[in-house]
């Protein structure tokens, strides 16, 4: 699934001020084109509500109740059948028959939304409940699909996906890593690249099995491109931490924090799914 990244640019915060206002050393708010008397006047002139960690904060666990929601509707979409106990590892063997409907359809669903959400932020005040189910089904049948042969595994990728998020906001909190214009480019650069490799992948499929092969091999070379696609998934998140900092600091409006967690659940469901892919491969190998 796409970062939201690649959108987060400047321009969101040009003239954001205070709930829109541009306060020069005079007093004089040209945002507003007033003068107030004195300071008790200022602080009674109403002012627009604005970006906050909190409201972030908030907006983010919201959409996570209803990704977890739609994931467990996924869930129960996919059907599995016994086949029997492998020998040498005495594992359980399973075959999953995939909704491919609720599949695909989600998969659109979610990715229509979240275009319009990264060319129209105000919209994800409105879209990001309807996008966090989307994704959260398409999540559901994926990840009962990679539990089917290997069980616990997508309990597995949600603790490393938690585990990651908690080390970059760690890292990013702490300044150890800072976002400086040279990082945000090659982020960026990096996650294009990630989506020209995706692109690819998808029309070899079309023709061959080239594609597929590839992405689920347990070869070195397969396990070294997954771990490279965590790894800029994983940075991907201080570029978000960095936009809603920024947007805080420069008084966004209120519903760019919804915007903000938008941001947030479509980088955490792309480093889910490259986990969980990740994972899958290093217990076949």
Same mark, same amino acid.
């Given at each position: 699934m796409?970062?939201?990244?690649p959108?987060?640019?400047?321009k969101y915060?040009r003239g954001?001020g205070a709930?829109?206002?541009?306060i020069?050393?005079?007093?004089?708010e040209r945002?507003?084109? !007033?003068?107030?008397p004195s300071?008790?006047a200022?602080?009674?002139t109403p002012? @627009?509500?604005?970006?906050?960690?909190g409201g972030v904060a908030?907006?983010?666990?919201?959409?996570?109740?209803?990704?977890?929601?739609g994931a467990w509707?996924? %869930?129960g979409?996919?059907?599995?059948?016994?086949?029997?106990i492998e !020998?040498?590892? &005495?594992? #359980?063997?399973?075959?999953?028959? +995939?909704p491919?409907g609720w599949?695909?359809g989600?998969?659109?669903i =979610?990715?229509v939304?979240?275009?319009i959400?990264?060319?129209?932020?105000?919209?994800?005040? $409105? +879209?990001?409940?309807?996008y966090?189910?989307?994704e &959260?089904?398409?999540?559901?049948?994926?990840?009962?699909?990679?539990?089917s042969?290997?069980?616990?595994i997508?309990i597995q990728?949600?603790v490393?996906t938690? =585990?990651?998020f908690?080390?970059?906001?760690?890292?990013?909190g702490? #300044? $150890?890593l800072r976002? @400086?214009? #040279?990082?945000t480019?090659?982020?960026i650069?990096?996650?294009?690249g990630?989506?020209a490799?995706?692109?690819?992948?998808f029309?070899s499929?079309?023709?061959t099995?080239?594609?597929?092969?590839f992405m689920?091999?347990t070869s070195?070379l397969?396990?070294?491109?997954?771990? *490279?696609?965590v790894?800029?998934?994983?940075?991907?998140l201080?570029?978000?931490?960095?936009?809603?900092?920024r &947007?805080?600091?420069e008084g966004?409006?209120?519903?760019?924090e %919804?915007? &903000?967690a938008?941001g947030?659940?479509v @980088? *955490?469901? %792309?480093?889910y799914?490259e986990?969980? #892919? *990740? *994972?899958?491969?290093?217990q076949?190998?």
């Open positions: 796409q970062s939201s990244n959108f987060l640019n400047d915060f954001a709930g829109g206002a541009v020069d050393a005079t007093g004089t945002g507003w084109g !007033q003068v107030p300071y008790e200022y602080e009674s002012r @627009t509500a604005t970006m906050t960690m908030s907006a983010t666990g919201v959409m996570l109740v209803f990704v977890m929601v509707f996924g %869930w979409k996919v059907t599995t059948e016994f086949l029997g !020998q040498g590892t &005495g594992k #359980r063997v399973y075959s999953a028959d +995939l491919m599949l695909i989600s998969m659109v =979610g990715l939304l979240a275009l959400c990264s060319f129209k932020p105000p919209m994800a005040r $409105i +879209l990001g409940i309807p966090a189910i989307a &959260g089904v398409f999540l559901g049948i994926i990840s009962h699909a990679y539990d042969q290997s069980q616990g997508a990728a949600i490393a938690a =585990g990651v908690l080390a970059m906001l760690a890292l990013y702490f #300044r $150890i976002v @400086t214009p #040279r990082m480019k090659g982020i650069a990096a996650t294009f990630v989506l490799l995706y692109a690819v992948m029309i499929r079309l023709f099995d080239a594609g597929t092969d689920q091999s070195l397969s396990i070294g491109v997954s771990l *490279l696609i790894g800029i998934a994983a940075f991907n201080l570029l978000d931490f960095d936009f809603i900092e &947007g805080v600091k966004l409006p209120k519903e760019m %919804w915007f &903000g938008f947030l659940i @980088t *955490l469901v %792309w480093l799914l986990l969980l #892919r *990740l *994972l899958s491969k290093l076949r190998r």
